[in-house]
């Protein structure tokens, strides 16, 4: 919805990934309008066919997301866009809460993965005390893979506190990095930077 990125860049990615064999996951809020210049999501979706569609709940005000999907007021308005995205050939994560009580509905409403919500955890290993939290967010994910879903992660994730959080929550399969992986790479550099992460997954 260019605040991160514009419709042209997720088009000139998409041909870059399809043509070096990357996987494209596309992340957005599936709720936003169309606007000038954006087409809305799933149009996106459609002209790009992404590997994955990440959808976050987060509000044009926002710079960045900071929770996740009420199932209780969203469920039934994700899955029919959740349906559509499927029948594009995309695999669907939804952005969830990892004390989210109704969790589990991310499976009902037809999605194939979550994606946790980090931020607290990060947030608290920053702190010194992320025992409570790591407890949590393991809780979190075995409920998601008992009911069949794949478990991704992200937000504030660093080189810092990855370590520990993969550690200690079982088989998460991917985790989403951006703008720690880029401040570090202002540093460091940007092959030293993805080799470290690399090093730590």
């Known amino acids: 919805d260019r605040r991160h990125i514009t419709a042209e860049d997720v088009l000139a990615l998409s ?27 799933l149009p996106l979706c459609a ?15 926002q710079i960045t997301s900071d929770h996740g999907f009420d199932f209780e007021r969203d469920g039934e308005r994700l899955r029919p866009l959740v349906a559509e995205l499927k029948a594009m050939g995309c695999r669907v994560s939804l952005f969830v809460d990892a004390g989210n009580p109704l969790l589990e509905r991310a499976a009902d409403v037809g ?12 947030e608290a290993h920053a702190a010194g005390d992320a025992e409570a939290m790591l407890a949590l967010f393991a809780t979190a994910a075995r409920r998601a893979q ?3 879903l794949g478990v991704n992660a992200g937000h504030d994730l660093s080189q810092d506190n990855l370590r520990d959080f993969l550690s200690n929550v079982p088989d998460v399969l991917e985790v989403s990095i951006g703008h720690a ?11 030293a930077t993805v080799r470290g992460y690399l090093a730590l997954l």
């Open 15 to 41: 041909t870059l990934t399809r043509a070096r064999g990357v996987e494209f996951n596309i992340e957005g809020n599936p709720f936003a309008p169309p606007r000038e210049g954006y087409p809305g999501l």
């Open 47 to 61: 002209q790009t066919r992404p590997a994955q569609a990440t959808l976050v709940p987060d509000g044009d005000g």
């Open 111 to 122: 999605a194939d993965r979550i994606e946790l919500y980090t931020g607290p955890y990060a």
């Open 146 to 148: 008992t009911v069949g």
């Open 181 to 191: 992986l880029i401040g570090e790479a202002l540093y460091d550099g940007l092959d």
